[in-house]
C-alpha cells in the first residue's frame, strides 16, 4: 500500500508564492510517476505537473514558466513550487503517484489566491 500526505496549501494574494510537499509511504521506487493535479470548483480534475524517474517531467501550459515540479527520492517526496499565482490557480490540489497501472492519491491541500 501507499500513502500520500500533502502539506503548503493556503491563502495566498495573486503574485504570491506557495510551496506544496507531498511525502509518500509505503513500498517506492524512483521510477514511479509522481505528479500533481487539481481541481476547481464545478471542474474536472487536471494535469498539473508531473515528474518521471529520470527527472523528466511534464508541466500544463496553464502554470509553465510559473509552477516548478522537483523531487527528492530520499525523502520519497515530491514539491511543487508556484510563483505569480493568479485567482484561476485557486484549486485543490491532489498528489499523485504511479505503480504500475494503479494510481494513488493524496487527500488533497486547498490552494486560495485572492486579495
Known amino acids: 500500500q501507499v500513502q500520500l500526505a500533502e502539506s503548503g496549501g493556503g491563502l495566498v494574494q495573486p503574485g504570491g508564492s506557495l510551496r506544496l510537499s507531498c511525502a509518500a509511504s509505503g513500498t517506492i521506487f524512483s521510477i514511479n510517476p509522481m505528479g500533481w493535479y487539481r481541481q476547481a470548483p464545478g471542474k474536472e480534475r487536471e494535469l498539473v505537473a508531473r515528474?518521471?524517474?529520470?527527472?523528466?517531467?511534464n508541466v500544463a501550459d496553464s502554470v509553465k514558466g510559473r509552477f516548478t515540479i522537483s523531487r527528492d527520492n530520499a525523502k520519497n517526496t515530491v514539491y511543487l513550487q508556484m510563483n505569480s499565482l493568479k485567482p484561476e490557480d485557486t484549486a485543490v490540489y491532489y498528489c499523485?503517484?504511479?505503480?504500475?497501472?494503479?494510481?494513488?492519491w493524496g487527500q488533497g491541500t486547498q490552494v486560495t489566491v485572492s486579495s
Open positions: 515528474i518521471f524517474g529520470g527527472g523528466s517531467t
Open positions: 499523485n503517484i504511479q505503480k504500475g497501472v494503479r494510481h494513488y
